[in-house]
Structures are given as C-alpha cells and as structure tokens.
C-alpha cells in the first residue's frame, strides 16, 4: 500500500538517505517534499529499501532509487511492478536520478540507462575568493553592485513570502520575455508552484536563505538546504535583472555566509542553454552525472 508523503515521515527518510552518501541533490527530504507541488508523492519500504514514487496525469515513476544499504534487484523488480500497474504504457515507468555507481548494476538487470542532466558542483572557497583572470567579470560584477546600491541583506523568513512571491513574478515576465522556449516558460510556471508550495511549509524544511533589499524593496532572494554536512544545495536564486550586478553578489554573498560547507551544489541546467552556459561560468569542481533507468522493450 502506497501511502501519501507527509512532513511526519521526515524521520523515517532521513534514516534511508544516510545509509548511503549521496552527490544528488534529489537525494534529500526537504527536495522530495516541495514537489507535491507538481506530483502525487507515495512512498512504502519494499523488502529492506524506501521507494518514493511521483504520480501525476500522466502515470507513475520512481523520483529516485530505492533506499537501502545496496540496490537489491527484487526491490527493484517490484517496484516495477507497482508502476506498470498504475501506468497504460509500460514506458512512463522508470527511476530517476540514478546515481553514477549504480548504473553498471542496472545494465546488469537488462534495463536501459540513459543519462540525464548533470548538477553543477563547486568548491565553496573558490566561489568566495574568485581569484584570478577566470573570475574577472564576476569581482567586477560585484564591485560595481557595491559601490552603486545602498542596500541590506537579510535572513530569509516567512514574513518576506509575499515579496518573494511578487519578485518571482516580474523574474518570471522578464525571463519570458527575453527566451521564448516553450519548455523553459512551462518549467517557469512549475518553479512557482513549487515556490509558493515551500512557502506553506517552510518551517517544517530544511530551507534556508537570504533577501537583498534595496529601497525597502525585496529584489533578489536566494534559498537551499543542506544535502549532508559537506554539500549545500542552492535551489533557488531570484534576482531583478535590472539591477547589475545584484545575481553575483547574492550568490558569492550565500556561499560566503555557507562556511560550514565544503562545496556548493546548484543543480543541473534542465538542458538550457542559457543556464548551461551561467553555471559554467563559474567553473565547477565537477559534473555529477544522474541517470533514468527504463524497462528494454
């Protein structure tokens, strides 16, 4: 029996993710319980493993594999099982965001693994100091921010939501406005739902965050969680593209607020080009890979 996600099952999650360490940003209860906003999340210990399904429309699949000490292959199957029954086309079931090592055990069982987006992960240090030539245009960036605005940076709380919200809005017109992607103004939609659905849990999650003010105004703000005591992931970074300078600075700002961690984790780039090429830019210690695993035939 399937039974819905809810903040009560925090600890018995957070008991299967530190089994095993984990590179995903997926791999962490505050980021599988924000996208209710979008799915129907159900979850249930099959054998020695906790398997979290996503359910829409569409059908049923796996967010991410199941967890336990090791991938156990009758798990596995099982869980494949639950999903073909749900869904009219075998196809829709999967798991995703596979993690690099296990993919040789996958291809083993028979099934076809296919890789995804990877997440940007970064050193921590090397984001604060932007030292030398490569970070040029980011010190720059920043100097120019701090000499032209009077501004403060404040803690996140739930009492800015509303701000939040309202910049995410005119982010989301501008951003619309200058890319005319199909897929990037549909996946702007979802990240205000999942936004607004955060918002209405926020003090039962492990978010956390910063808002820039600048004339009694909120215009930028940036939130995340901790994945494990090294890596920090930074969710969402909201900022008005008006004012120059202000996205560098809120980032380099966070990392630099962050110095109990080790490295920094900003998800992967949804396969855009523009955000590729930003995430890039900051030269990330490393890509790490995630993969979808789906039946042959």
């Known amino acids: ?50 398997c979290v399904f996503f359910k829409d429309n569409l059908g049923i699949f796996m967010y991410l594999e199941p967890l336990g000490e090791k991938v156990n292959s009758s798990v596995v199957k099982k869980c494949f099982q639950i999903m073909d029954r ?26 076809r693994v296919k890789e995804k987006y990877p997440e ?17 245009a980011k010190r720059r960036d920043i100097n120019y921010f701090l000499k032209n605005y009077k501004f403060r940076v404040l803690p996140f709380s739930l009492k800015y939501k509303d701000s939040c919200l309202d910049l995410y809005n005119y982010w989301m017109f501008e951003r619309k406005a200058r890319y005319n992607d199909a897929v990037y103004q549909v996946l702007l939609q979802d990240s205000f739902k999942v936004l607004h659905f ?3 849990h926020y003090k039962g999650l492990d978010f956390q965050g910063w808002i820039v003010e600048i004339q009694n105004g909120i215009r930028g ?37 962050l110095s109990s961690y080790k490295f920094i ?33």
């Open 86 to 111: 749900f869904n009219k086309n075998s196809s829709i079931s999967r798991i995703e965001n596979v993690e690099e090592e296990n993919v040789d055990f996958y291809k083993g069982m028979g099934f």
């Open 198 to 200: 955060l918002f209405i």
């Open 1 to 50: 029996m399937l039974r819905p996600l809810l903040l009560k099952d925090r600890e018995i999650f957070k008991r299967f993710l530190s089994l095993n360490k984990h590179q995903l940003s997926s791999y962490q209860f505050s980021n599988i319980f924000i996208w209710q906003a979008l799915y129907k999340v159900k979850w249930e210990v099959i054998g020695d493993s906790l």
């Open 265 to 297: 984790n900003v998800m992967d780039d949804s396969g855009l080009e523009n955000l590729r090429q930003v995430k890039l830019s900051y030269y990330p210690e490393r890509l790490v890979s995630a993969y979808i695993v789906t039946q042959n035939g």
């Open 120 to 136: 940007y992960v970064y050193l921590r240090k090397e984001l604060i100091e932007l030292k030398g030539e490569r970070f040029k």
């Open 221 to 257: 703000f940036s939130l995340g969680y901790p994945l494990d005591k090294e890596t920090f992931c930074i969710f969402y970074e909201i900022a008005d593209l008006k004012i120059k300078g202000l996205s560098q600075f809120i980032f380099w700002f966070f990392c630099k607020e």
